[in-house]
């Protein structure tokens, strides 16, 4: 098997340091998250960026600080979230794009998600998908039910997506695809062809889905905007607790982890 590539998402735009006081807000702060995951083996940081009150924003000049305080500790990889937060609009949530990321996220279709409606219409959709192919961005597509599979293979028949197709399985979402290993089994089975993958399953579904990832031959995503707890009523000490963790499993699992170069070589990540 390939190598086990990992990708941290350390605070997302819902959780709060109410749910989890470990929670990184701050850009110091998941900075030194960045730093201390890459340590213990983490290749790709997801990033969602949080204003002086730790509410969600995707103001590029929070997202270039992080990213200069991450790159001046380590070599991991940046992605960015262009999801932001629910309710915000089209050009806050494509910002960021203009740092000229290495990677970025791309929802490729709408989901209930919680309470709210994740909005993601086809002319956005596609727009960001170009967007980011003119600054040489690789895209992950987000997908949180089966149908957005059929979406994101709209789009690489358009050309608008370069081989090999970065999929991040997100599973667990309350409106969403079930974190079952049934359902992960089939989100994988409808991928196309020179597509890798990555999985994560939100709170009791991470590690059902992590190990089953790792089993397939897939890669996993991990952190506190997936899961916030070590184990049942036991609140997580930091996202990198968690790395150890699965790090622990895949080597038990024959699975070697991916530095942040291999996986730009085998993403063939424009640097």
Avoid at 14 to 38: G, Q
Avoid at 104 to 127: E, Q
Avoid at 191 to 209: C, D, N, R
Avoid at 231 to 260: C, F, H, Y
């Amino acid at each position: 098997m390939k190598p086990l590539i990992i990708t941290v998402a350390p605070n997302g735009a819902e959780v709060t340091k109410k749910d989890n006081p470990n929670l990184p807000i701050t850009p110091e702060d998941i900075a030194e998250e960045a730093y201390n995951c890459y340590k213990e083996g983490t290749s790709i940081i997801h990033l969602h960026a949080r204003d002086e009150n730790g509410n969600p924003t995707q103001d590029p000049e929070t997202y270039n600080e992080m990213i200069k305080l991450i790159k001046q500790r380590c070599n991991i990889i940046i992605q960015i979230s262009t999801g932001g937060a629910i309710g915000m609009s089209t050009e806050e949530r494509r910002s960021p794009l203009e740092l000229k990321p290495e990677m970025a996220s791309l929802t490729t279709g709408t989901v209930n998600f919680g309470d709210g409606v994740f909005y993601n219409p086809p002319t956005l959709i596609k727009s960001l998908a170009q967007e980011m192919k003119n600054l040489g961005i690789k895209p992950e597509m987000e997908i949180f039910d089966v149908g957005m599979i059929a979406n994101a293979k709209k789009l690489i028949k358009e050309e608008l997506i370069n081989p090999p197709f970065q999929f991040g399985l997100i599973m667990g979402v309350p409106g969403g695809i079930p974190g079952t290993i049934k359902d992960l089994l089939h989100l994988v089975e409808s991928l196309p062809e020179k597509s890798m993958w990555s999985a994560t399953g939100i709170g009791k579904t991470h590690i059902p889905i992590s190990v089953t990832a790792i089993a397939l031959g897939g890669n996993v995503r991990l952190g506190f905007e997936d899961n916030i707890y070590y184990e049942k009523g036991v609140l997580a000490e930091s996202n990198a607790q968690l790395v150890i963790r699965i790090v622990r499993i895949a080597k038990e699992m024959g699975r070697k982890i991916a530095t942040p170069d291999e996986v730009r070589e085998l993403l063939r990540l424009k640097i």
